[in-house]
């Protein structure tokens, strides 16, 4: 099994690796965000079964780096961190890790959250989740979402969004009629798990609804969060 382990710390790293070696894994190292992103493009190889993900890198948050990760693969992620907080489990898990790992750990533990996570079965994604290179417009009635250019257009006229505006009805768009919890979609639009943000979720939901000129279309579940209802081709 091929193991991508995102590390900063080579001593940590080197130890680990040579556990899981042991272990009869193929373990290849990245020491930075970019440099894991990187090792999982296509190679010709076998992709990595799973990511473990350390969170305190030196380029970027390993936060940012789950997201990027969950948007453009199926590799599952297992963050390995010393952020012992809930707060931090709950976003990460939210993010789309697999599983959340506090350091110090047991190995013997490690080695089985990685085996258990390597054997759930490959999720089953729509195509208009995939941001990683071109495909066919979203269309949910008189909407077309085109995600590699991030252009909206309501029958046929280009509505221009801001970059939080777009991401948030790309997500929603995911799923039309399922509800994304508040605590999701701050984690997914604004990368953060910061309370305060849920009054800019309201004030987004209400900019996308007055420019779109489609008031039904995002609706409020109370107490939960927010649902797209897809409207009726006009």
């Known amino acids: 099994m091929r193991l991508l382990l995102v590390e900063d710390d080579d001593r940590v790293a080197a130890a680990l690796s ?8 193929d373990v290849t190292h990245a020491r930075s965000g970019e440099e894991a992103l990187r ?3 296509p190679d010709g190889g076998a992709p990595f079964a799973v990511v473990l993900l350390d969170l305190g890198l030196p380029d970027q948050d390993g936060f940012e780096v789950c997201g990027r990760i969950k948007r453009s693969t199926d590799t599952r992620v297992i963050m390995v961190t010393a952020r012992a907080d809930v707060r931090s489990r709950i976003h990460g898990l939210n993010l789309g890790a697999d599983d959340y790992v506090v350091k110090p750990y047991d190995t013997g533990e490690l080695l089985a959250r990685i085996h258990a996570v390597s054997r759930r079965p490959p999720e089953q994604r729509d195509p208009s989740e995939r941001t990683d290179g071109p495909h ?6 008189p909407i077309a979402i085109e995600l590699p250019t991030r252009q909206v257009e309501v029958d046929g006229e280009v509505v221009q969004l801001t970059r939080k505006e777009f991401d948030l009805l790309a997500l929603l768009a995911q799923r039309p009629g399922v509800v994304f919890r508040r605590e999701q979609i701050i984690s997914e639009v604004w990368r953060t798990n910061w309370e305060g943000t849920g009054r800019t979720l ?25 649902r797209l209802v897809v409207p009726a081709a006009r």
């Open 136 to 141: 066919p417009a979203v269309r949910l009635g």
């Open 39 to 41: 090792a999982l493009l």
């Open 202 to 226: 309201e004030v987004h939901v209400a900019s996308l609804r007055s420019k779109l000129g489609l008031p039904a279309l995002i609706e409020t579940v109370r107490g939960v969060g927010y």
């Open 18 to 25: 040579a556990v899981l070696a042991r272990h009869g894994f």
